[in-house]
Each structure stands twice: as C-alpha cells, then as structure tokens.
C-alpha cells in the first residue's frame, strides 16, 4: 500500500468513526425527547453522516489526484530528460561527424567556402581569418578567395592570416583587422547558432 493509499484509507475510517459518534450522540439525544424531535434528530444524524463521508471520499479523490498528476510530472519530466539526452547524443554525433570530415580532402574546399561566405558578411577591405592550429598550416590561395568576396560585395579586398589561433573542430573566424565586425564562422559557431533549429530538426526526426 502506498503512503496516499494509506491516507485515504485513514481519511475514510476517521469519517466513519466520527459518523457513528454523532449517530449515538444523535439517538442519546433523541431518547429524551419526543417522537418528532427523534425523528429530527436522525435526519440530522444521516446529513451529517452523508455530509462526512461525502467530504472524506472527496479528500480521497483529491489525494489521488495530486498523486496521480504527481506521476504523470514525474513521468513527462522523465521522458523529457529522455529526449534531451537524445537530443544531446545526436549534436554529439554531428560534431564526431565533423571531426571526420576535417581529415578529408575536401574538407580544405570546405574551408574555403566558410571563409568566402564570413567574408562577404563581414563586407570589409581589410579582413583576416583566424584558424585552429591544424588549419593554419594548409596551403590557401587567399588573394583568390579575396577576389570571390569582392565580387559579391563590389568591395576591393584582402585577406591575411592571423597568427592566433583558436580552439575549434574546424571552419574559421572571419573579422576586420581591427576586430570590430567578427564573423564566427567555425561548426561549432554553426552549430551554436543553429542550436534552436537544429535541436528542433533532431527531435522532428526522432519523436515524429
């Protein structure tokens, strides 16, 4: 027996107690006086008796209702925490993903892409990208690149590489030379700022 079980049960056997007390207390009553006051006396005794175990069966339901809707949150909360788990392990498995993509040949394209793409949000003559330490050391026509951004924005540009460098999977930080205007290209900056979406997309496919 659970402890709300064992609540109702004792809400039910007060009521019962407490009924038959106010019927004897009632018929007590009821034997020192006329017929017709006894006959009040009872019905008084029945209401009352209605009235307690009407009041008890309805502490008992709303006993089981907070119990029953606390196991329903509890159950929601679970299957929640469930998903986000799922959720988590998923963008886990993206990100494992992208980790085995730097280490193909056309993850430099890639590369070259993301650099363009930040370049021509960014809009600025004088740009540089900052890369992770990997990176860094592949071989890029930047001045190519440049010429890409400039078509598209109608800017003369240039790009240079910083020597900082920065702790990502891979992709690039795009900014002006003077860091006013940054662009964070990186999968992991891709991915922060696709969180929301990409989380919905995740759960679309899984729970759908």
């Keep these: 027996?659970?402890?709300?079980?064992?609540?109702?049960?004792?809400?039910?056997?007060?009521?019962?107690?407490?009924?038959e007390k106010i019927i004897q207390d009632?018929?007590?009553?009821?034997?020192?006086?006329?017929?017709?006051?006894?006959k009040k006396g009872k019905e008084r005794a029945r209401e009352s008796v209605i009235s307690i175990e009407k009041k008890a069966q309805n502490d008992s339901m709303i006993i089981k209702l907070r119990d029953?809707?606390?196991?329903?949150?509890?159950?929601?909360?679970?299957?929640?925490?469930?998903?986000h788990v799922l959720i988590e392990n998923v963008l886990n498995q993206v990100k494992d993903g992208l980790r085995m993509r730097i280490k193909t040949d056309k993850y430099i394209h890639v590369l070259e892409n993301l650099i363009v793409e930040g370049g021509i949000i960014v809009g600025a003559t004088d740009?540089?990208?900052?890369?992770?330490?990997?990176d860094s050391?592949?071989?890029?026509?930047?001045?190519?690149?440049?010429?890409?951004?400039?078509?598209?924005t109608g800017i003369k540009t240039k790009i240079t590489k910083?020597?900082?460098?920065?702790?990502?999977?891979?992709?690039?930080?795009?900014?002006?030379?003077?860091?006013?205007?940054?662009?964070?290209?990186?999968?992991?900056?891709?991915l922060n700022n696709s969180k929301r979406e990409i989380r919905f997309r995740i759960a679309q496919i899984l729970f759908t």
């Design 162 to 190: 910083s020597g900082k460098k920065i702790d990502a999977i891979g992709g690039a930080i795009i900014q002006t030379t003077n860091g006013k205007i940054v662009m964070n290209n990186t999968f992991e900056g891709i």
């Design 68 to 83: 029953r809707t606390s196991a329903e949150s509890k159950a929601k909360w679970l299957i929640l925490e469930k998903k």
């Design 127 to 134: 740009l540089e990208i900052i890369l992770n330490e990997r």
């Design 137 to 152: 050391s592949l071989l890029m026509d930047l001045e190519k690149l440049a010429e890409k951004i400039a078509e598209k």
């Design 1 to 19: 027996m659970t402890s709300a079980d064992a609540l109702i049960e004792a809400l039910l056997s007060e009521a019962h107690e407490t009924a």
């Design 26 to 38: 009632a018929e007590q009553t009821v034997q020192n006086n006329l017929e017709e006051q006894r």
